[in-house]
Each structure stands twice: as C-alpha cells, then as structure tokens.
C-alpha cells in the first residue's frame, strides 16, 4: 500500500512538472531557490530512492516516519542549511533541458526498482537506518507538499490525489505530536486558535 501512495504522489509531480511554461522555471521558487532547483530538491524524493536501496544499513535507527523528521534533519544532523540549498540548485541544474523528462525517468526508475524489492532496511543521510515502508511515506511528504510549493509559484492548479493528501496532512500531525506542538495544531484545526506567524511543524 505504502508503495501505491508513493506512486501516485510521483505520478502527481511529474504531470505537475510537466504543464510548467518554459518561462517559469527562473522565477522565485521557494526561499532562495528559483523554479529550477525547487523541481530539483522535489526531484530528490524520487533518485532518493533509487540511490537509498542500494545501500544496507546494519540498524533500525528510525522506526517511524514521524521520528525521521525528528532526527534527520539540518540542525540534528549539524548540516549547514546553505549546502542543502545548494544540493536543491545542483539538482535542478542536473535536470538539463528537459526537466518534464528528467523527471520522468527518475520516477520510472524508482518505481521499477520498488518492484525489485520487499522491505530492506536502508541508510539515509547522517547513516541513520530505516525500512523502506517507513521511509516512503517521508517522500510521499516532500513530494506533496513540495507539489503545492512549485503550483503556487508557477500559478498552477493542483490538486493532489486524497490518498496522498491524506497520507502528508496525516504525517504532518504526527510530527507535530512528536516535536511537542501537536496541542498547538489540533486547537488550530478545531477553530480553537490560530496558528502562529510562520508556524511549520518541519
């Protein structure tokens, strides 16, 4: 089932790829980033996952996807945000020119190598382990919420698949429980109070 969402989601981002006008991939993505390297930070969900099953890791070190987005992260990880910006350019540069089907081929790629497979134990960035059925749905995540960044920056409509949706908003709680805001997000969602300026629960 993780699989069949995974899936979707990827289908999802690469038809949203490909209705970007030619003209929009130098306009402001996200924070720092221009159309370009936002496709090519979002691309990452799927080459991650090529690239992460080729490896074995020797532990389970997250065991839920939640937890993922506890321990792997810039600031646990001591990663300096400037190299992960970075890495986003360098992706985007590396979709060449035709970003619509390079895209393509990494979610085809992925999706023929998820065949491939049951449920390995991978390594992820800091060397951390995890199974693959925890790890796709923390790419289920980028891939919808980033789907939503690259829309409105490009002024396209989207709308993701429920299943997707439900899987990313349903994470998203869970992250907030788990980093201590999840009282903070549950009074929001109720009509109970708003949620503070900027407020993010990754």
Known sequence: MRTAVFASAARCFVDLVREIPQAAWDKPGLGEWDV???????????????????????????????????????????????AVAERGRQAGRAL???????????????????QAVDDPLIEVIGGLGIRLHTYLPTRVFELA???????????????????????????????????GQGETVLLALTGRASLPPSFSVV
């Open 96 to 114: 060449g020119d035709d970003p619509a089907g390079a895209v393509d081929a990494l979610m085809t790629q992925a999706l023929r190598d998820l």
């Open 36 to 82: 370009r390297a936002l496709v090519g930070h979002t691309s990452r969900s799927l080459s991650t996952v090529t690239s992460y099953l080729k490896t074995s890791a020797e532990s389970e070190d997250i065991t839920t996807p939640a937890d993922y987005y506890v321990r792997v992260t810039a600031s646990a990880l001591g990663i300096d945000p400037a």
């Open 145 to 179: 919420v980033h789907g939503l960044d690259i829309a409105r920056a490009v002024d396209i409509p989207l709308a993701l698949p429920p299943e997707v949706l439900t899987e990313a908003a349903a994470l998203a709680t869970r992250v907030a429980v788990a980093t």
